[in-house]
């Protein structure tokens, strides 16, 4: 990042504590995205773009931008309703990223905190309980 | 690396019309096995023009794939559902000149033995990507088979 951007991005994050209504420079905002059958969830940082995947952590994946492969533009959890745990050290520079989300009061949240809103929102389950949202037979039938 | 075979990729229109076929039908995987598709699999990363146009990677990569691993969770309540994770990869260039890509499709073994795709992509960072397959028991190389 350039000195003007590093500027920037700082005033931005001075401006949003003062007064959310206020900045002068957008946050990074995320679109969140769940698709319940296959228990995946989507953050899309927008605007949309396309994306090559890196799986960092079991069921993990983070989006960097198709043309510049430094630059997040998402992310993609599968088995959402099973993540159990955020202590994986190899998550933490990720969960400590911060957007506002989409439809949400959601406002500089770090992603630690979207994903256990979205756990509420999509399981309504504060605590951790692993399920399946659409039981399947054979998984039935296998228990 | 030996030399990549050149998939053309869909048009958008296409993209539609191949996945479609793959909800309808199914993909055939190496040894014949059926591959299981819903159209939310399509819609969820809709989004992202580049992975709908490779939609016409997936079947190819699920029927000569360069390698493919079985992995079982590490994650407790993972293991007790007993879902595995197959994962087929393949090196593809989408035009002669344009570099090879490491394409990932990602595939759950339930139980049953029944196959549900979950997701494809490239890697991002292929190295990663092999080394963490590596971890996992190879089903599948196509350079032992001679192909």
């Known amino acids: ?143 | 690396m030996d030399e990549v075979p050149i998939i053309p990729l869909a048009s958008l229109g296409e993209a539609f019309q191949i996945f479609v076929g793959y909800v309808e039908g199914g993909i055939l995987d190496f040894e014949g096995k059926r591959i299981e598709a819903d159209f939310g699999d399509y819609t969820h990363v809709i989004h992202d023009e580049n992975r709908i146009k490779r939609v016409s990677w997936i079947e190819p990569t699920a029927q000569e794939p360069d390698g493919v691993w079985l992995w079982r969770s590490r994650k407790p309540s993972k293991r007790q559902l007993d879902i595995r994770q197959q994962t087929y990869i393949k090196w593809i260039r989408p035009a002669k000149k344009e570099p090879p890509e490491l394409f990932v499709l990602g595939v759950e073994r339930l139980p049953t033995g029944r196959l549900r795709l979950r997701s494809w992509y490239s890697a991002n960072n292929p190295e990663a990507e092999l080394e963490k397959l590596g971890k996992g028991e190879q089903l599948y190389d196509r350079r032992r088979q001679g192909r």
């Open chain 1, 1 to 143: 990042m350039t000195v003007e951007g590093k500027a920037a991005e700082m005033i931005a994050k001075h401006v949003s504590a003062i007064s959310p209504k206020v900045r002068e420079v957008p946050e990074d905002i995320v679109d969140i995205d769940y698709y319940q059958n296959k228990d995946i969830l989507y953050l899309h940082i927008l605007p949309y773009r396309s994306a090559r995947l890196q799986e960092v952590s079991e069921d993990f994946f983070v989006c960097y931008d198709w043309d510049n492969p430094q630059q997040i533009v998402g992310f993609e959890i599968h088995y959402f309703s099973l993540l159990t745990e955020l202590d994986d050290p190899l998550l933490e520079p990720y969960l400590e990223m911060r957007f506002d989300v989409v439809d949400s009061d959601l406002r500089q949240a770090s992603l630690r905190e979207i994903l256990t809103w979205a756990r509420q929102r999509f399981h309504n389950q504060p605590s951790v309980e692993p399920c399946l949202t659409s039981p399947l037979p054979e998984i039935e039938s296998a228990k």
